[in-house]
Each structure stands twice: as structure tokens, then as C-alpha cells.
């Protein structure tokens, strides 16, 4: 359970602090994060750094302008 509320809080602070126009950097900072956390079910699994825009990735929302705005 703490494992989730830190992964949580990463995230929020991850797609919080990217501007709008860098969907790569939000991708890049994404994939970063699934290679910190544990898991095991393989729910990040499509989160895939050779897709160019994270938007396409599960659990991943974003707003008009391809900004990550929630995981």
C-alpha cells in the first residue's frame, strides 16, 4: 500500500512539472518512473519509450495539447 501512495505522488510530481510541448520528455520521465517501481502484474507494460507520444500508453490521460495531466 505505501508503494502505491509513493508511486502516486511520483507521478503526480512527474506530469505536473512538464510543459505541454515536451510529450517526449513526458514519455521519457514516465518510462523512468516504471523502471523504479516494482511491477509485477505488467500494468505498465505499454509504456514503451519508442512510442513517440505517451498518450497512447494505458493509464496514461492527457489533455488536448498531449500533456500527461493523470495516471
Request: aromatic share 12%; glycine share 2%; with cysteine.
Amino acid at each position: 500500500m505505501a508503494m502505491r501512495a509513493v508511486f502516486y505522488v511520483l507521478a503526480f510530481f512527474i506530469a505536473s512539472s512538464i510543459s505541454p510541448s515536451e510529450s517526449n520528455k513526458d514519455g521519457d520521465a514516465l518510462y523512468a518512473l516504471r523502471r523504479a517501481v516494482k511491477d509485477p502484474g505488467n500494468v505498465l507494460q505499454s509504456w514503451d519509450p519508442t512510442l513517440v507520444n505517451p498518450c497512447t500508453w494505458f493509464h496514461v490521460t492527457c489533455d488536448s495539447d498531449n500533456r500527461v495531466t493523470r495516471l
